[in-house]
């Protein structure tokens, strides 16, 4: 059992950057791999960003390579997400993911965390 809250989202221009961070609950932070999403307008949602449970893997979406960035702090049970020069095209809901690394089937999301870039 695993709760997640983002916060870091708001309102930035074209080229701003923002900081997304999401806390999770419990001691067992360290056995599950974790994620961004995104749902865009006329868009399902999509990862952004994943990073295994010991950090080691991360798979960013084409889009986002080389402007964010994902990290993790297991011993603060954080996952964070560095967003520099974001762009209009960026602008959506983002989602937090924990899912557990022994049984897939126990996967959490967050509450979401509202981005949005103007021109």
């Known amino acids: 059992q695993l709760q997640l809250v983002e916060s870091g989202g708001g309102l930035v221009q074209a080229g701003d950057s923002l900081r997304l961070s999401c806390a999770a609950s419990?001691?067992?932070?360290?056995?599950?791999?974790a994620g961004w999403y995104r749902r865009t307008p006329g868009k399902d949602r999509e990862p952004v960003a994943t990073?295994?449970?010991?950090?080691?893997?991360?798979k960013y979406a084409d889009s986002v390579k080389g402007r964010f960035t994902v990290t993790r702090d297991n011993d603060k049970n954080t996952v964070y997400l560095q967003m520099n020069r974001l762009e209009p095209e960026d602008t959506g809901v983002y989602y937090c993911?924990?899912?557990?690394?022994?049984?897939?089937?126990?996967?959490?999301w967050g509450q979401g965390t509202q981005v949005t870039v103007s021109s």
């Open positions: 993911q924990a899912r557990y690394y022994y049984n897939s089937a126990n996967t959490y």
């Open positions: 419990g001691r067992t932070f360290n056995q599950y791999d």
């Open positions: 990073i295994g449970y010991n950090g080691r893997i991360i």
